[in-house]
């Protein structure tokens, strides 16, 4: 019997856990919602206001970090939040 077989313990998270991962996926919502409000100019062709897109962006993130906190991969999640937090600022303090 091979002794280097490791079973995961079912109170370990399910996949990969990284800071960095959380980041770089929380990064995707915001540079699509950019794209569509600066180069596709959606909010003028849907009459929406410019931060209605970023906040649309910045609720899918929310629901990524609802899930990543529930299936207990926490460390993803601070990474999602973090960039969502950023973003908002960003937004909401360059954006008029």
């Given amino acids: ?9 079912s ?10 991962l959380g980041v770089g996926l929380g990064l995707i919502t ?11 100019h ?7 206001r410019d931060s ?4 649309l962006g910045m609720i899918v993130n929310l629901l ?3 899930y990543f906190f529930k299936s207990e991969i926490s460390k993803t999640g601070k990474g999602i939040f973090l960039v969502s937090f950023l973003v908002v600022l960003t937004v909401f303090f360059f954006k008029k």
């Fill in 42 to 48: 959606l909010g003028d062709k849907l009459g929406l």
């Fill in 30 to 40: 915001p540079l699509i919602s950019y794209l569509l409000v600066e180069y596709i």
């Fill in 64 to 66: 990524l970090v609802r």
């Fill in 52 to 55: 209605s897109i970023y906040m």
């Fill in 1 to 9: 019997m091979n002794e280097n077989l490791h079973f995961r313990n």
């Fill in 11 to 20: 109170d370990e998270p399910k996949g990969k856990d990284s800071f960095l």
